[in-house]
C-alpha cells in the first residue's frame, strides 16, 4: 500500500463550485449561480472502490451549494450507507429553491439516502445575500425527515470577539434556537479569497494563518474530489481511483 495514504479515513466531495449565496467571508472568492458539478454515478464507483480498500469513518458532501444538485448528493450517501461508512455528513447553506414541496421532497431524499447528519450554514454573512424564510423551511423539513441537523455558523476573529457580524450571526442562531435546532461550534474564518478582500481590517497583518483544512501531504487522511473529478493530481473521470491512490506522492 502507499504510505502516503494508508490512514486513509475519510472521503469528501466538493459537489460544485455554484453557489445560491455571494459570501464576503467566502475562502473561494464569487460564485456564479450555476456550473459544473461531480457526475454521481463516477463518485459511487469511487466510493465503493475506496470502501473495499480503507476503513473510511466518515463521508461529506459540501460545495458551493451542494443542493443545487441533490440528486448526486444522494446517489453519494446512498453508496456510503451501502459501505457502511458511520458518518455522512453534509455542509449546506439550506437555499437551493423557494418552492416548498421541492424544499420538502428533497430533505425526504436525503434521508432515504442515509445522510445522518446536516449542519447548516447560518450566520451574518450567509444572510446578506441568502434570505432565512427558505432556509427555516428546509431546517423543518430535515427535521421532520428525521436527519440530525446543527446550525454551523461562521465566526470572526473568534467566537466571542465583539464585532458586528458576529453580534448579527448571534441575534440570527438565536432564532433557529426558538425552533429547537442545535448549533454547533461553528468554524473561524481564515483569511483568503472573499475573506481576505472584504475582511482584511479584521485579521493581523504580521500574523501566518494556519489553513485549517490543509492536509499533511505526506500523510493523507482526508481526500476531497473537485467538481471535474480531480483528486490527489488524477482525475476519477480518466483512471481508476484505486490507481491515483497507489501512485500519488507529494
Not at 495514504?5 to 466531495?13: D, G, S, V
Not at 449565496?21 to 456564479?32: D, L, M, Q, T, V
Not at 453508496?79 to 455522512?88: D, E, G, S, V, Y
Not at 420538502?104 to 446536516?118: D, F, P, T, Y
Amino acid at each position: 500500500m502507499n504510505p502516503y495514504i494508508q490512514n486513509l479515513n475519510r472521503i469528501e466531495f466538493l459537489i460544485t463550485y455554484a453557489c445560491t449565496g455571494h459570501c464576503k467571508h467566502c475562502s473561494e472568492g464569487g460564485h456564479a449561480m450555476r456550473g459544473e458539478h461531480i457526475d454521481g454515478s463516477a463518485a459511487v464507483l469511487a466510493v465503493e472502490k475506496i470502501c473495499g480498500a480503507f476503513a473510511i469513518d466518515s463521508l461529506m458532501t459540501f460545495g458551493g451549494e451542494p443542493l443545487l444538485y441533490y440528486e448526486e448528493v444522494c446517489k453519494i450517501h446512498a453508496a456510503a450507507q451501502k459501505m457502511k461508512i458511520p458518518k455522512r455528513q453534509i455542509i449546506t447553506n439550506g437555499f437551493f429553491s423557494r418552492d416548498k414541496e421541492q424544499i420538502k421532497a428533497a430533505a425526504v431524499k436525503l434521508a432515504q439516502s442515509g445522510v445522518n447528519q446536516i449542519l447548516l450554514s447560518v450566520d451574518a454573512f450567509h444572510q446578506e445575500t441568502i434570505p432565512l424564510e427558505p432556509v427555516k423551511t428546509f431546517a423543518e423539513a430535515v427535521k421532520g425527515a428525521g436527519i440530525p441537523l446543527k446550525v454551523h455558523p461562521a465566526w470572526l476573529v473568534d467566537k466571542n470577539d465583539p464585532n458586528p457580524y458576529n453580534r448579527r450571526t448571534g441575534e440570527i442562531l438565536e432564532e433557529f434556537e426558538q425552533m429547537e435546532i442545535a448549533v454547533s461550534d461553528g468554524n473561524v474564518i481564515f483569511p483568503s479569497g472573499n475573506a481576505l478582500k472584504y475582511l482584511g481590517e479584521y485579521f493581523e497583518a504580521d500574523r501566518k494563518y494556519t489553513n485549517p483544512y490543509t492536509e499533511n501531504p505526506e500523510d493523507i487522511r482526508s481526500i476531497c474530489f473537485e467538481p471535474n473529478g480531480d483528486i490527489l493530481g488524477g482525475n476519477i473521470y480518466q483512471r481508476d481511483i484505486l490507481d491515483v491512490l497507489e501512485n500519488y506522492a507529494p
